[in-house]
């Protein structure tokens, strides 16, 4: 029994391995994620090189969703920290700029490797999320990590990474994006079924002009900087 055990949980690493590392090279195919949209909203996807994604649309995710990403190992122990404190609930909350607990790499291991889902299954995922985040950071490297990000990540109704979105909102490529587009899109996160660009969310309307001035803080962050102009 415990040999049937050893064997199987061998296979799953070596498969999941190897399937990271494809990935590394080739687009992941469909996920569980745009698989279940499929069947309702329809399914919008455009993948698209690092270089068509464009500047603003980089700087946007990751001045919106996780400042650190160009420096952290897949893990923003500060942010998990803050997450397990205790809530005020009468106060009511806005998601933070800068990322809440989850980093970008901890959100292409659930868009790409696992499934979406609250609740109780949330906790099932957070195991084989944490082995998929340490993975694709030692074998992606941060360029993919985010270019692969921008392109499944759910974007709106039925859209699904930046190019969708912006050929869906603005009618226009995601590398001609102004600053001012690539936060609105951003600002819908996570749930741009809901927070929509246009016609623009209660929800947008107040947060992509945050989104904005971060991006312009961390413009000259070093890092962060070396990163979006890689090659």
């Known amino acids: 029994m415990i040999g049937k055990i050893k064997r199987v949980l061998l296979y799953l690493f070596l498969s999941s391995f190897l399937y990271v590392l494809i990935t590394k090279f080739v687009n992941p195919p469909i996920t569980i994620t745009q698989l279940t949209n499929a069947f309702g909203l329809g399914l919008h996807r455009d993948y698209v090189s690092w270089d068509e994604l464009g ?4 700087l946007a995710a990751i001045a919106s969703e996780d400042q650190l990403f160009a420096e952290h190992i897949g893990f923003d122990f500060d942010a998990i920290e803050k997450s397990l404190r205790p809530k005020n609930k009468k106060k ?3 998601i933070p700029l800068g990322g809440g607990a989850s980093t970008i790499t901890q959100q292409v291991a659930k868009n790409v490797f696992l499934w979406q889902g609250g609740s109780y299954d949330k906790y099932i995922r957070k195991i084989p999320e944490i082995y998929f985040t340490f ?3 030692l ?3 941060k360029k993919r990590i985010l270019e692969v990000y921008l392109n499944v990540i759910e974007t709106g109704p039925g859209c699904f990474g930046m190019e969708a979105a912006a050929r869906h909102y ?3 490529s995601a590398k001609s994006l102004t600053p001012a587009q690539a936060a609105m899109i951003v600002a819908g996160f996570p749930n741009p079924k809901k927070f929509t660009a246009s016609p623009m969310s209660r929800r947008v309307s107040w947060r992509y002009p945050q989104i904005l ?3 312009s803080n961390i413009d000259t962050d070093e ?3 070396a990163l979006l102009h890689k090659k």
Do not use: P, T, V
């Open 55 to 58: 500047y603003q649309s980089k």
């Open 223 to 225: 890092d962060i900087y």
């Open 92 to 94: 009511k909350s806005k």
């Open 139 to 141: 074998i992606w490297g």
């Open 213 to 215: 001035r971060q991006m």
């Open 170 to 172: 603005f009618h226009k």
């Open 135 to 137: 993975l694709i950071e």
